[in-house]
């Protein structure tokens, strides 16, 4: 395959219904943590960023908000398997109730990660929010407590997911169809 082949994106899900999808999760997650003197939500950099944005703005309890940047795909299509912490959380997450916010859950290997590493620090209580789960790509065992649509096996763009670092600002989810010679 050519290092930048052409390809088109075709929606998968709409505007429309992933906010109607965070709407249902965030007063989901609401419903959990009620009571908490406050949500300590860790948006993972960069996919999540669109995601947390909506989110945290449904969910209605008081929230910090925190990033945490992991990667493991950098420009790549397919997973490296090994996780590097780019950027640590701000905050202190010692006996605190966190809610993890990722994008997606391909292979597991960044969540899983990133599970390990918090739980470390002794929240309270750790859940995660994935948008999306593409369950058929699963190598490390981890499931996110609250998915927002399980999808299947295909290359998914848009609403903070890149390809190559584009497509983030697409305000739906659309799968990539490659149309090059190499398709
Ligand atoms: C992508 C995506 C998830 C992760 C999922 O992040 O945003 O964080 O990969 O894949 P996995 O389950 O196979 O680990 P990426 O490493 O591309 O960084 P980004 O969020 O900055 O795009
Ligand atoms: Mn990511
Ligand atoms: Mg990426």
Not at 74 to 93: F, N, P, Q, T, Y
Request: contains cysteine.
């Amino acid at each position: 395959r050519p290092a930048d082949p052409s390809y088109v994106i075709d929606q998968m899900i709409s505007a429309k219904a992933i906010a109607a999808r965070v709407e249902a999760l965030a007063r989901e997650i609401t419903q959990h943590f009620k009571g908490t003197d406050k949500l300590v939500v860790v948006g993972l950099l960069r996919g999540s960023f669109v995601f947390i944005a909506d989110l945290v703005r449904e969910i209605e309890l008081p929230v910090e908000v925190d990033f945490l940047e992991a990667s493991s795909y950098g420009d790549a299509m397919h997973s490296s398997r090994e996780v590097r912490i780019l950027k640590d959380l701000r905050g202190e997450i010692a006996g605190r109730d966190v809610l993890v916010v990722e994008d997606i859950v391909d292979t597991g290997f960044t969540l899983h990660h990133v599970i390990h590493l918090l739980k470390a620090r002794g929240p309270r209580q750790l859940k995660v929010c994935a948008l999306l789960d593409k369950p058929s790509r699963r190598e490390a065992a981890v499931k996110a407590d609250w998915t927002g649509f399980e999808i299947p096996d295909e290359f998914v763009v848009g609403y903070g997911i890149d390809f190559a670092q584009r497509n983030r600002n697409l305000p739906y989810i659309g799968k990539v169809r490659f149309t090059g010679p190499s398709a």
